[in-house]
């Protein structure tokens, strides 16, 4: 009998994590895109194209930064490599190790965030297979990232007891909408999932680490290891440190010791991280936590001198931390559309667990519980003085990903807690209904939800539209780049970009743009943010000497629908504003200045 109860456990892990992988899939070239997303396979492809010329800029920087020559990596630049197997297979390495290098230091992701984007795209791919094995990484860490909860939770509870603590909460934590969408982004964050969980394993099982000096080592590494998966992970080393101290303590009776104890991992830790640490403050990364994540009426930024007065301030505080800590959690945990009664319900449920998580975890008599509560709380409070400094905010945001798993640990244990005064089997069955139930309503909505977060742009349709009108020249505009991940278009028509700030950037992608292709002439301007305006028109005017006569086509598809999950946050929609308009020159007055190339990602 207990054969088969094992036998049931294992069959409803694997269809939860079955079901979570087809959700992932399902969609995953299909949603649509912004440029953080779209970005770094911009970036990446960019590389693979100019990559002799990156190449010899790479050469240069090393030999400058380090006073070497590099005779063979120079001589490698001035091949010409095409339609040659062996060179090609030669330069494949550099090539690669280029691109994954670009990724960081264009974008504000972490070294290894997106590192194996490059390996699964390149530019003979068509844009929809692009979008797909762009994301494909994000879809594998995801699925990682839902297994390695399942590792934690044996670890945690023992193979006999684990079940009913784990089912409903694996179940939250595959079908979190914030979760999915993210799994489904180039940009990776749900690294950040795997960078959490690692530490987490690795923190709960310190009592046996500490037992041999070969595992601290390793250990200590992996914790390094993981921080260049993940900037945010950084703020939880000071938890992760503490619990360290905290475990030597119990053992060693003695400060002493304890220091003797801790300096050796510190310096291995140390010097491992710094690389990751003079990157960031070469970037200056530390001063951009702050941007659009703010809300759109900064209402996720803390500003304590908007009140006035010693009460108003801690009643603003108070509220402040109270309101955004709801929001934040009951979005991370969304398997429904957000601010129904249901939702909220469900929200205040889960996050009354949580805080009964939190209590079980002290009150328990487990070593690995306390130190798992110790962690809990240390984290929350170098989040809150991240947020007090305003180098952070408490947003429903991407940037709060990496809390989830921390958030479904404690509504797991409160759930324990709650159904632990019936028997096990009782328990089991509880927590299978309440993964049915989340299942079930997740399925109800998720048609309806995907069907919101379609990608509009079609390479097919658009070629087709440009060759009926005779398009001479596209203009991109609303830091929109679907079109840079065209082939068939980007390559063939005049292109460029002009990104959303003070519309006064233009970018040439390709061909020759000048007043030229204005005189008489169907130009073709796309955006996913909103339609043509007077600011685009009047670059049109500095820019080209030109001005619209006339709109031959418009296919405007205007959306509410976020990026993120929520409706709260403000950072790109999915609208779809194709026209093709007819131009004619005007006399010069301004002076073209094309910026060849060059990105500006100052003002997304």
């Not at 601010?339 to 929200?347: A, E, K, M, N, P």
């Not at 830091?479 to 063939?492: G, V």
């Not at 685009?536 to 405007?556: C, G, H, M, R």
Request: aromatic share 14%; with cysteine.
């Amino acid at each position: 009998m207990q054969r088969y109860v094992r036998y049931l456990q294992i069959i409803t892990i694997l269809v939860i994590i079955t079901l979570a992988g087809f959700v992932r899939l399902a969609n995953l070239g299909t949603q649509f895109t912004h440029v953080d997303d779209i970005g770094v396979a911009v970036t990446t492809l960019d590389r693979e194209e100019k990559f002799f010329v990156h190449l010899e800029k790479a050469s240069h920087k090393l030999e400058k930064k380090f006073n070497i020559h590099l005779v063979p990596l120079k001589t490698l630049t001035r091949w010409n490599i095409n339609d040659n197997p062996v060179k090609n297979i030669i330069s494949y390495i550099p090539n690669k190790i280029i691109q994954v290098h670009a990724i960081p230091e264009i974008w504000t992701y972490a070294p290894l965030q997106c590192a194996f984007v490059p390996f699964f795209i390149n530019s003979s791919q068509s844009y929809r297979d692009i979008i797909f094995w762009g994301r494909f990484p994000a879809f594998l860490t995801s699925m990682v990232a839902i297994i390695l909860l399942c590792v934690f939770s044996i670890a945690l509870y023992g193979e006999k007891r684990f079940f009913p603590y784990l089912v409903a909460g694996l179940a939250l934590f595959s079908f979190s909408w914030m979760h999915i969408i993210y799994s489904q982004q180039m940009e990776n964050y749900v690294s950040g999932l795997i960078a959490i969980m690692t530490t987490l394993i690795i923190l709960i099982n310190i009592p046996a680490i500490e037992t041999s000096r070969k595992k601290i080592f390793l250990s200590t590494c992996l914790i390094a290891f993981v921080c260049y998966l993940h900037y945010q992970l950084l703020f939880f080393l000071p938890a992760y440190w503490g619990c360290i101290v905290y475990n030597l303590y119990l053992r060693e009776k003695g400060i002493v010791t304890v220091i003797k104890r801790l300096i050796p991992r510190l310096v291995v830790f140390s010097i491992l991280i710094y690389p990751l640490i003079d990157f960031i403050m070469a970037r200056n990364l530390g001063e951009r936590g702050i941007n659009w994540n703010t809300g759109p009426e900064k209402e996720f930024f803390f500003n304590i001198l908007s009140a006035h007065g010693l009460l108003d301030r801690i009643t603003y505080s108070i509220v402040f931390f109270t309101k955004n800590t709801f929001i934040v959690f009951t979005d991370l945990i969304a398997f429904m559309p957000e601010d129904t009664r249901f939702s909220l319900i469900i929200g205040t449920i889960c996050f009354c667990l949580a805080g009964i998580g939190l209590f079980s975890c002290f009150r328990s008599t487990q070593h690995t519980k306390k130190m798992l509560g110790l962690f809990i709380v240390i984290a929350s409070l170098t989040w809150i003085f991240l947020v007090l400094i305003n180098k952070i905010t408490i947003s429903p945001t991407r940037h709060s990903l990496i809390l989830l798993p921390l958030i479904i640990i404690l509504i797991s244990e409160g759930l324990g807690l709650a159904a632990g005064y019936f028997k096990r089997d009782v328990q089991s069955g509880l927590s299978i209904s309440l993964a049915i139930m989340i299942i079930v309503v997740f399925f109800t909505n998720w048609t309806s939800v995907s069907k919101q977060r379609l990608d509009h742009f079609d390479e097919a349709r658009i070629a087709q539209l440009l060759q009926k009108y005779q398009v001479s020249t596209i203009i991109s505009y609303g830091w929109t780049w679907n079109i840079d991940l065209m082939n068939s278009i980007s390559k063939k028509y005049n292109y460029g970009h002009i990104n959303d700030c003070d519309f006064k950037q233009f970018d040439l992608m390709h061909g020759d743009i000048s007043s030229d292709n204005f005189n008489h002439r169907a130009v073709a301007v796309i955006s996913h943010r909103h339609a043509p305006d007077k600011r685009l028109y009047a670059i049109f005017k500095e820019q080209f000497s030109a001005e619209p006569v006339s709109t031959v086509y418009s296919d405007n598809i205007p959306s509410a629908k976020e990026i993120e999950f929520s409706h709260r946050t403000k950072n790109g929609t999915n609208g779809y504003y194709f026209n093709i308009i007819k131009t004619r020159s005007i006399p010069h007055n301004y002076q073209t200045n094309l910026n060849q190339n060059k990105r500006s990602y100052a003002c997304k």
